[in-house]
């Protein structure tokens, strides 16, 4: 072993550690991307409850709708009497989900024109999606949820607070077709859940 190959190791044998660990989490991670759903074979819903089965949740989901496309379902949620509450429902829900099931005392304390999706602005919607409604959550005159059954097969899996519950949509979804702020028709798996979650069989 010549002396310069020798300097030359004395400065740089850790490369010969790293380097094998950045390939290999490089390619862990590209697996992961390429196997992953699409954005539009997959639907988070935001729940405000004491608790929620989360897994058992988001496997009916993916079930049911499995023949509609469903790749994956997740489920976030956050107790309404949490503290940082109000922080996840702005930040995470806001931003990552497409559907939120919330009790009446949140939507009551937000502006939800500023993110649900008004009902009476898009064109057919609740005669498409809300059929058979029995009452709707409304602000400044206009609908931003449909009462849900917090009685029915959902509570298997949710801890619903003792108050009414409503079903809403995220108007910044990229699954709810042409409703909301994108147009794509083709993707409308969030609309599928929501008339599941309104009515879906136990």
């Known amino acids: 072993m010549n002396r310069k190959f020798q300097a030359r190791l004395a400065y740089s044998w850790p490369l010969y550690l790293i380097l094998p660990l950045v390939l290999g989490f490089t390619v862990s991670y590209l697996f992961y991307v390429s196997h992953r759903p699409a954005y539009f074979e997959t639907v988070d819903v935001f729940v405000g409850a004491g608790g929620v089965e989360k897994d ?16 994956e379902a997740t489920v976030t949620y956050c107790d309404p009497s949490d503290s940082l509450y109000s922080q996840k429902l702005s930040v995470v829900g806001y931003n990552g989900s497409d559907l939120f099931l919330l009790p009446k005392s949140t939507l009551e304390s937000i502006a939800c024109s500023d993110i649900m999706l008004p009902f009476e602005d898009a064109e057919g919607f609740v005669g498409s999606y809300c059929g058979g409604a029995s009452g709707f959550f409304e602000q400044d005159g206009k609908s931003y949820g449909v009462g849900i059954d917090a ?11 003792d108050e009414d519950y409503y079903l809403c949509v995220n108007s910044i979804s990229k699954n709810i077709g042409d409703m909301g702020l994108y147009d794509n028709p083709e993707y409308d798996l ?12 136990a």
């Open 56 to 71: 058992d949740f988001a496997k009916k989901i993916e079930t049911e709708l499995s023949d509609d496309g469903m790749k």
């Open 151 to 161: 009685s029915g097969w959902l509570s298997d899996y949710v801890s619903f607070v």
């Open 190 to 201: 969030a609309l599928k859940e929501f008339v599941y979650l309104r009515g879906g069989a």
